[in-house]
């Protein structure tokens, strides 16, 4: 009898101790724990239940259903400890992981086209809807295409290495350099194409400059090209006049000052009325009131011929820009190196 009675006091205070533990417990790792250490196979109440083969057999049914409800009461504390852990690790995780949705989105930053190629792109338009056709060429070029069937002289400067990259002048053959200009693409376009033209030649061209504001050795230029019959200095004016009017947006006046090119003739510089202070003068024109803005000019009969082109029957002219400072001009950008440092602060402005 004492043995049930220290059987049932063992039972009793297992359970008291057990539930404090489970009370107690504030992880999920701590009630697992205590569940094996109590409750498992090698738990302390199989060690307890082991002692029932040493009681009376008529005492073992009491002390087996009270470890029963003992197992029962501890297996229900465990759950509802459970549940209260699993609930405050889920409010936790509401707390800690809580998004506000109602904050605005995050943008995604996205890039768009350089200054530059959207100024060449409007160039382009332009003469596009005048009926110029763009035509494309390489930008390493022989001597002949970039000089010669252009009417430069053998000893003219331009030819010099300190003007024009050559890549291969120590080797034997015809001299190869990069393009100085898209004239070459012109002289291209003569050989293959027979007239009437009216042609546009966008793209790069280098020139073996030291780098400054205004200077860079590589830039764009669109060059452009009608050949056709009894073809007047007055057509060249009007589609020039007319190219400035839309690039601008406003009808600016135009003056022709003669210059001279070796592949037209009579060749011109144009300028327009500066747009920034209506020809009062400004920091953009340099006090004069106006800006060159191209150069232009009758396609000479040297190249025409040149090129098996009668200049008997046909006739022409010809017209060259840089893009870099028609954009420079429109946008009021005062050094050419923006366009090339590729610095978002000054690309985003675009
Ligand atoms: C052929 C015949 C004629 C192309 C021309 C210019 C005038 C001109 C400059 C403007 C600024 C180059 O970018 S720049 O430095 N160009 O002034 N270019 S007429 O005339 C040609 C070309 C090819 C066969």
Not at 191 to 196: G, K, L, R
Request: glycine share 8%.
């Amino acid at each position: 009898m004492t043995q049930v009675i220290e059987l049932e006091q063992q039972l009793i205070e297992f359970e008291r101790t057990a539930s404090k533990s489970l009370a107690d417990a504030n992880a999920h790792a701590q009630i697992e724990a205590i569940r094996q250490e109590f409750l498992g196979q090698k738990g302390a109440l199989t060690g307890i239940l082991r002692a029932l083969s040493q009681i009376e057999k008529e005492d073992r049914p009491r002390i087996g259903q009270l470890a029963n409800k003992v197992k029962e009461n501890l297996e229900a504390l465990y759950l509802e400890r459970k549940t209260f852990l699993d609930q405050q690790e889920l409010e936790r995780k509401l707390q800690t992981e809580k998004i506000d949705v109602t904050l605005p989105g995050r943008a995604k930053k996205l890039g768009h086209i350089h200054p530059l190629t959207q100024t060449l792109n409007e160039i382009e338009q332009i003469f596009l809807s005048m009926g110029f056709t763009p035509m494309l060429g390489p930008e390493v070029e022989t001597e002949y295409y970039n000089f010669d069937a252009l009417n430069f002289p053998p000893d003219h400067p331009s030819r010099d290495e300190q003007d024009t990259f050559y890549t291969n002048i120590d080797r034997a053959g015809p001299a190869v350099v990069l393009r100085c200009h898209t004239s070459s693409v012109q002289v291209r376009t003569m050989e293959t194409c027979a007239p009437p033209i009216r042609a546009i030649f966008p793209g790069r061209v280098y020139r073996n400059e030291e780098i400054n504001a205004r200077k860079f050795p590589m830039f764009h230029q669109v060059e452009g090209l009608l050949v056709d019959r009894d073809v007047t200095f007055g057509q060249l004016k009007g589609t020039l006049n007319h190219f400035i009017r839309l690039y601008f947006g406003k009808p600016l006046k135009t003056r022709f000052r003669p210059d001279f090119f070796p592949f037209t003739e009579p060749s011109a510089e144009l300028d327009s009325e500066c747009p920034f202070c209506n020809g009062s003068g400004c920091r953009t024109c340099g006090n004069k009131g106006w800006l060159e803005l191209l150069g232009c000019g009758t396609v000479d009969p040297n190249v025409l011929k040149g090129l098996n082109i009668d200049p008997e029957i046909w006739n022409g002219f010809a017209f060259g820009m840089g893009v870099e400072r028609l954009a420079m001009l429109k946008y009021g950008v005062t050094d050419i190196r923006h366009f090339y440092n590729n610095d978002v602060r000054f690309l985003e402005q675009f």
